[in-house]
């Protein structure tokens, strides 16, 4: 192995002590493959085995908590014990390789799309549909449902631990319903909830705690508390890089193991504030200044990608597209093999890289999302 790359297989500690055998994590990428019911079916455990021998932790496709928050055909569920034992076999396919197991748990609130939720209407922290072609206009949620809706991450929680996994990231990132309290665009509300930048934050510190109170409920070993977040959104009024530190400061006050910044590209600048030609993920690791470990993505590929992460003082890399094409990616550049990365992929590959049907078919139709042959 190049001795530049060496930093990428040292052992990182979160936290919690949960202890990951390098700083290569796969990014969550939702698989539409479960059954209609959420449960695991075998196609998505054949892409999960895949993808688990080389990496330190996977980070799963999101799973809903509460039956509203269904947001895609074909997303696992984690809102009954029921879920519990294919859970339990996606945490053992991914553990058997040596990856530390981590559920992504998520609410989409206004990005739910209805006919996913037997025609209901989505809810959200107020009555604004989100700017997108033929977006619904969601339904505010009443005090008790939010109520409600913490205490299913809770429960989210309580199952991942019975499940046997590592750790639950909390998808606050990607506009679903945390980012939709948080956000100025999406919260009108003038109650506990919303009215003013610390208050829009109270939805998400809220699940934070449920989480962590579950964690220390029933687990019994270390277990880990990500939070995902999108440091900015288009949208006017929308959420910026400075509230993002606020919000920052206020999850570091919490015992997390990592945030999780979700970015498309890992050198991307302000989308909002052009005259600001500092890298985004620079402005945040600065401002954390190792308060908590940090996982950066977007657009790593090349094992030089992933070393300029770290070199921003970001412990932890995550990849995700990449490994879709490339599943050996950490084997091969630990063995100094890196000329034998796979790039690209072509359709008819997708069976071979285990990448379930439902999967390939919504890769294929976002163009650009994948670098096809
Ligand atoms: C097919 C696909 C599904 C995704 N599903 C999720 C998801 O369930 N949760 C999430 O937080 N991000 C999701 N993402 C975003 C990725 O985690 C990641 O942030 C993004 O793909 C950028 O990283 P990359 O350039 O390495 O692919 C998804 C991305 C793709 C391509």
């Known amino acids: 192995m190049k001795e530049e790359y060496q930093k990428l297989f040292e052992p990182y500690v979160l936290p919690s002590g949960v202890t990951l055998r390098n700083r290569v994590v796969v990014a969550p990428m939702t698989t539409h493959s479960a059954f209609e019911n959420g449960m695991v079916t075998n196609d998505e455990l054949a892409y999960y085995a895949l993808r688990s021998w080389g990496v330190g932790a996977f980070i799963t ?44 748990i998520m ?23 989100a700017l997108r072609p033929n977006a619904v206009v969601p339904r505010a949620l009443t005090d008790e449902e939010i109520e409600q809706i913490i205490r ?139 308060r908590i470990p940090l996982i950066g993505v977007g657009s790593v590929h090349t094992p030089e990608d992933a070393v300029k992460v770290m070199d921003k003082g970001i412990p932890l890399v995550a990849l995700g597209r990449i490994l879709l094409c490339e599943p050996r990616w950490v084997e091969k550049v630990e063995e100094g093999w890196e000329f034998e990365l796979h790039y690209r992929i072509s359709a008819d590959d997708m069976d071979k890289l285990k990448i379930p049907r439902a999967m390939a078919e919504s890769i294929q139709s976002v163009p650009g999302w994948l670098p096809f042959e």
Not at 262 to 282: A, M
């Open 107 to 129: 609410h989409g609130g206004r990005m739910v799309n209805p006919k996913v939720i037997g025609g209901k209407q989505p809810v959200s922290a107020s009555e604004v549909a």
């Open 152 to 290: 299913d991450f809770g429960e989210a929680t309580r199952r991942a631990i019975a499940a046997g996994f590592d750790g639950v990231e909390i998808h606050g990132a990607n506009t679903y319903l945390l980012q939709q309290f948080f956000s100025p665009h999406s919260n009108r509300r003038n109650d506990k909830w919303g009215g003013s930048l610390k208050k829009r934050m109270t939805f998400p510190t809220a699940i934070v705690e449920a989480v962590l109170k579950s964690v220390a409920d029933h687990a019994q070993e270390p277990f880990a508390v990500g939070y995902r977040l999108s440091p900015e959104e288009v949208e006017e009024p929308g959420i910026t890089i400075p509230d993002t530190l606020q919000l920052l400061d206020k999850l570091i006050s919490y015992p997390l193991d990592y945030i999780h910044l979700s970015i498309g590209k890992y050198f991307v600048t302000s989308l909002r504030n052009k005259e600001d030609k500092t890298e985004v993920l620079d402005t945040i690791s600065r401002h954390v200044a190792g």
């Open 61 to 104: 496709a999101c799973a809903y908590v509460s039956e509203g928050g269904k947001s895609f055909d074909g997303q696992i569920g984690i809102t009954d014990d029921k879920f519990i034992p294919g859970l339990k076999a996606m945490a053992d396919t991914i553990k058997g390789k040596g990856a530390k197991a981590i559920l992504q």
